[in-house]
């Protein structure tokens, strides 16, 4: 597993010139095919060729614009049902980025990321992703996503047989927030709440198998609260499918951890620049280290001289022999 | 004459400027109390949006009740109670934006003290070559 995290790290290195677009337009392509076949009630979206524009200029936009073309796609597929829908989820969108996502531009994916995961019932691993790369503070962004999920729910579950039915606009209108902040709503916040801050709390303790421990503990607290809390609330839950989707979701979360947070991705670096004399052209290759040792981290010193201290990161590099490299890296010299 | 010492700090400081001049220069252009009063004042305009909005969407909910009741409400007693509203979800993200920035603007004022030393050092450098490759004033003449 650790030659196999080496290769992708060396792999991403040489091309990431090229895999981050690639990465970033089958990611907006899936986020937009998704949504379109939950909602999908604006008939001139609804169309491969026009989402696969949209994921390319996705690709090559930063990663808001992904989230900042999602989230029209959702109010221009609202529109589609009804004037109504369409403005309560431009009012919905815009202030929950006005309130709270100006402050963490950088947690607006999960406002996207949140319905994909629901659609594909693994609502789960968003709060347990959000506890290994943010902090406990990512609650809050868990929060504002499970709105988001919620709303596409309701539209597609609720508003759109209304329609159907041809209720009156002020109806509908009074219906959404009705069937939104609901019992369900408060027992989701909760639920993914407390495994963010939990996930997080434990992963910031960086020892062995932390990271492990942390998304099962993560999965078995939120597996317990929804169904607990179901049952204390009086919500109608599908247990079994809860049950399924939060062990896909440790499971994909313990995959991302494996191949994409755990390993230090980082790109080659091409830097230009120049003075009275030269032109320079730089081009900056991450250094691989044999055998996927890092360098060790002692807490301090004293307990690095002592011998008694624990690395920070824990590898092991018994297996390397230091002697023969230093040996090769001399000759060099 | 090219040395390594020179040839690193060059790219540390392109690499910097490559990836991080644009937000930091926006940050450090201003004062520090400069920069915090026009967060503050942008987050005076936001919330003050969001907040009209929010009571938009309130009252069309309750549209059937305020239309009911409409000779019944006291104007002036819901009035006082929207501005206390209105005045403490104002105070709560004026809390948050000014500590926001602060920290904020002492990150960036880092990264700039951090690129101006690298540039002093750089020009050192320069200076020293030139006085080293035989013209005493280091100038070009």
Sequence with gaps: MGNLRERLKAFYADYSFYILPVMKFALALGIYVLINNRLGYMEALNRLFILVILAAISAILPFNATVMIGIALIVAHCFGLGVETGLFALVLYVVLVLLYFRFVPRDALVMLMTPVAGILHMEAVVPLCLGLVRGPESALSAACGLVSWQFVEIVHDEIAPLKEADAGMLNVLQSIPASLFSPKLLLCVIASAAATVLVALIVRHMTTYTRLRAVIAGAVLYLVIMLAGGVAVGVELNAPAIVAGTAASAAVALFLNMFVYSVDYRQSRFIQFEDDDYYYYVKAIPKMRAGGAKPVRYYDDSSRQNGTGTPVNGQDVDGVDFKTKLEDSLKDL | ?141
């Design chain 2, 1 to 141: 004459m090219l040395t390594k010492q020179r040839l690193q700090l060059m790219i540390s400081l392109a690499d910097f400027k490559q990836s991080h001049i644009n937000t930091t220069m926006r940050v450090t252009k201003y004062y520090r109390n400069d920069y915090v009063a026009v967060q503050l004042v942008k987050n005076f305009f936001v919330t003050s949006i969001a907040y009209l909005i929010l009571l938009g969407f309130f009252a069309v909910y309750h549209l059937d009740f305020l239309l009911t009741n409409m000779n019944n409400l006291k104007m002036g007693r819901l009035a006082a109670v929207l501005l206390i509203i209105y005045l403490v979800m104002l105070a709560v993200y004026s809390v948050i934006t000014y500590v926001i920035a602060r920290i904020r603007y002492a990150r960036a004022r880092e990264k700039a003290e951090d690129y101006d030393q690298k540039l002093d050092l750089l020009a050192n450098i320069y200076r020293e070559e030139k006085q080293s490759s035989g013209n005493p004033f280091g100038e070009d003449q």
